[in-house]
Structures are given as C-alpha cells and as structure tokens.
C-alpha cells in the first residue's frame, strides 16, 4: 500500500480549505430581515427592537469593561465596543456579513488588550463581548444553512486559539472554552429552531395542497356519480327504443320488408349503444358502488325523504306545486333527479350543521324553470350534533353546483340574518314537443 505524502495530501486540503473559504463567504439565502415574512407587523418589528435593547446595554457595559479593566482610552475602548456590537443591525438582514465583522473585531479587540495590564475582568474575551457574538450566532443560525453554521462554528475554534497565540505570554482563561461551547450550543439551537420551523412551513404547504386535492377529488367523484346516474337514465331510455324497434314488425302489419330492415338496424345499433354504455359504466362505477343498479329518485321520492329527515330529529315541511309531479314526468329525468339530490344534500347538512333546527322544503315552477327551495331555522339552543342521520352524497355544496350546472341551472346558498341557511336553486324545465316513448 503506497504511503500518502504531503504533495499527495496538498489538493484535498486545498478542496477542503475552498469548500470552507465558500461556506463562509456565500451566504445561503436572500436579504430578507428576521421574522420579515410574518403577516403581523409587531413581529417584523421584533428584530429590531431586540437589538435596540441589546445594544443599549452591551456598548455602555462593553465601554466601561474595556476602560476599567485594561485601562483603554475612551475614544479606543468606545470604537472596539461599538464594531463588536452594531453588526447586530446588520446581522437583522446580512448576518454572515455581520459576523465576518464581528470576528475581526474580536481577534482585534483581544490582540490591543493582551498589551495592557489586566486590572480583573477576563481575556480574552469579556461579558459583553460574548453576549453580542452570541446574539450575532443566533441571527446567522436563523438564516443560513448547515454547512455554513459548522465552517462558522470550526472558525470561531481557529479564532480562539489564534487570538490565545498573539496573546502571548499571556494565556486565555476560562472564556476561551466557554466561548466556543456557548458558541457551538447557540448554532445547534438555532438549527433546530429553524429546522422546526422549516419543517411547521411545510407541514402547512402540504396541508393546503391537500385541502385542493381534496376539493377537486371530491368534483371529480360528484361528475363521476352524475355520470353514472345519467347512464342508467339514458340506458333506460335506449332499452326502450331496442324493444320497439325490434317489436314493431310483429306488432305492427303489414310492414313493407324495407322498413323491417330499418327497424332491425336500429335494434342492433340500439343494443350495441348499451353495451358500450355498460363498458364506460364499468370504467365509473367504484367499487362501493357497484350495485347501484335501482332506479333514480325524483322528485315523487322527495315526501319519504322527509319522512326520514323527521325521523332523525329535523322537522321538515315539505310543499309541492300541484301538478309539478306530471310536469316534471315530461322533462329529462336529469331535472328531478337532481332537484332530489339537492333537497337530499340540503337535509343532510341540516342534520349535521343544524340538528333540530325546522326546516322547509318548496318546490314551484317559475315559467319554464323549477324552483327549488330549502331553508331551515337556526338550531335549538344547546343542541347536540347528529352525524350521518341522512344517507347524502356527502359532497356538500360543491356537488350542488355540478347537479345545477348539469341543466344549466342557477344556485343560491348562504346563512340567513336570523341564523339560518338557505338553498334555493333554479333548474330549467324544457317540455318536449312530443311525448316520450
């Protein structure tokens, strides 16, 4: 195994020294102040008046300690004190800027010191001293990233011992180790605060795309049901027109052979439509759903769904327009059944919002439109909740909407003055020319 000399040495050292000299000199982010994200303005303000405070204590006690124990001249011990502690400003929005000052300041500060004599107090490094770097580390911790804290963190180390050198003979005291433990200690704190942080910032991105998943999931499972129920309607109807097609050569005579090859074109075109028909239904139907193979309610089920509605505590009335049943019998089944499903939807939510509250369910027409109106009272005082009491669709408003817009309708929603809520929906009723087969 060849031995590694220093030549061989030399260009990882120099990688290693680069990657330092760039974690220190780069910072990781932008100019944005502390906390200057925050929606409320006491918080963006926060920084600063924090430093304000700080620095209205730490450069008087920062002056008096330079003068009294180490006999420093004012204007030297007063221009050391304030390069040490207003990088704090600056540490607010360019902190790796501010601690490559505040780094200087310290070796200088120690290095002028070490030729005076000492009358108490520490050196290298004095209380305010400490105080203002460490603040300074927190700031830094805040904002910049893993890499950059570490190479801060292995160039306090090389500070401390450097400034312990040119301090020579005189040898650093205790504030030498506690320097870089509170220094490491502070960095480690600050990663974690902003880590969790990160993490909090995240965690609410994740949750709002969640919540827009959720909604356009639930839109896309309403279409998907309306779909199907729209397929049993028109497998319906095209069932029908294969039996008369097929039919009328037998129960109608004299049948030019002509026209019962027409008819038996139709059949087959019929029959093959509702097998493709079942093919899509097949693609639609979950696996929940499966079996919904019963006929669609209308508008003539609306009375037992209020009967229901009573029984799991909501008295409802219910009004109908008389002759709107034989009415609605002409329109596409698409009109009552989601004038059903309305009502349904609307009962629901009163059970669940609203339990106990009375309710009154309306259906009129306006000219060639069907009027569909829920509005319940404000709930009993000290009513508790009931929870899936009505079989519903379970998509809220936002299936509302897709039944309203599936006939071109109109929608109203919103709470009442007095507490209550309103439904009311406008659904076009086109009466054929002819009858239905």
Request: proline share 8%.
């Given at each position: 195994m060849k031995n590694l000399t220093a030549a061989d040495l030399r260009p990882y050292a120099l990688r290693l020294l680069g990657t330092f000299r760039h974690h220190l000199t780069t910072p990781s982010g932008g100019h944005t102040p502390l906390l200057g994200k925050s929606p409320r303005r006491w918080v963006r303000r926060l920084p600063y008046a924090v430093v304000l405070i700080m620095l209205s204590s730490l450069i008087p006690a920062g002056i008096a300690?330079?003068?009294?124990?180490?006999?420093?001249?004012?204007?030297?011990?007063?221009?050391?004190?304030?390069?040490?502690?207003?990088?704090?400003?600056?540490?607010?929005?360019?902190?790796?800027?501010?601690?490559?000052?505040?780094?200087?300041?310290?070796?200088?500060?120690?290095?002028?010191?070490?030729?005076?004599?000492q009358h108490g107090g520490t050196w290298p490094w004095t209380a305010p001293m400490i105080l203002s770097y460490l603040f300074l580390l927190i700031a830094l911790a805040l904002r910049e990233s893993r890499a950059t804290l570490l190479s801060v963190w292995l160039a306090t180390i090389a500070l401390t011992a450097l400034t312990t050198t040119l301090g020579l003979p005189r040898s650093g005291d205790g504030t030498t180790m506690l320097l870089i433990a509170l220094s490491g200690a502070v960095l480690l704190l600050g990663w974690a605060v902003r880590d969790r942080a990160e993490a909090r910032r995240l965690l609410s991105e994740q949750e709002q795309i969640s919540e827009v998943e959720r909604e356009r999931r639930t839109l896309l499972e309403e279409r998907a049901r309306i779909a199907r129920e729209l397929h049993d309607v028109v497998a319906h109807h095209m069932s029908v027109i294969a039996v008369q097609a097929a039919s009328a050569p037998y129960r109608i005579t004299g049948v030019p052979d002509e026209a019962a090859e027409e008819f038996t074109a139709i059949a087959g075109t019929a029959r093959e439509s509702l097998a493709e028909m079942r093919r899509l239904l097949g693609v639609l139907r979950s696996e929940e759903s499966g079996g919904e193979r019963a006929p669609q309610p209308g508008v003539g089920q609306l009375a037992q769904l209020v009967e229901t509605v009573g029984r799991a505590g909501v008295p409802a009335e219910l009004t109908v327009e008389p002759g709107l049943v034989d009415l609605l019998d002409l329109a596409p089944q698409a009109v009552g059944l989601s004038a059903y499903r309305i009502v349904q939807e609307a009962l629901a939510n009163v059970v669940r919002h609203a339990p106990g509250a009375r309710t009154w369910v309306s259906l009129t027409t306006d000219g060639p439109a069907l009027l569909?109106?829920?509005?319940?009272?404000?709930?009993?005082?000290?009513?508790?909740?009931?929870?899936?009491?009505?079989?519903?669709?379970?998509?809220?408003?936002?299936?509302?909407?897709?039944?309203?817009?599936?006939?071109?309708?109109?929608?109203?929603?919103?709470?009442?003055?007095?507490?209550?809520?309103?439904?009311?929906?406008?659904?076009?009723v086109d009466r054929p020319d002819t009858d239905t087969p």
């Open positions: 300690t330079l003068v009294g124990f180490f006999g420093l001249v004012l204007p030297v011990a007063g221009a050391l004190t304030v390069a040490q502690t207003v990088p704090l400003l600056l540490a607010i929005t360019r902190p790796l800027a501010a601690w490559w000052i505040s780094a200087g300041t310290l070796v200088a500060t120690a290095t002028i010191t070490a030729r005076y004599e569909v109106t829920v509005v319940n009272a404000p709930p009993p005082q000290r009513t508790e909740s009931l929870e899936a009491s009505v079989e519903g669709t379970g998509q809220g408003l936002v299936g509302m909407r897709e039944r309203v817009r599936l006939v071109d309708g109109r929608l109203d929603t919103g709470p009442l003055p007095d507490g209550g809520f309103k439904v009311a929906a406008v659904l076009p």
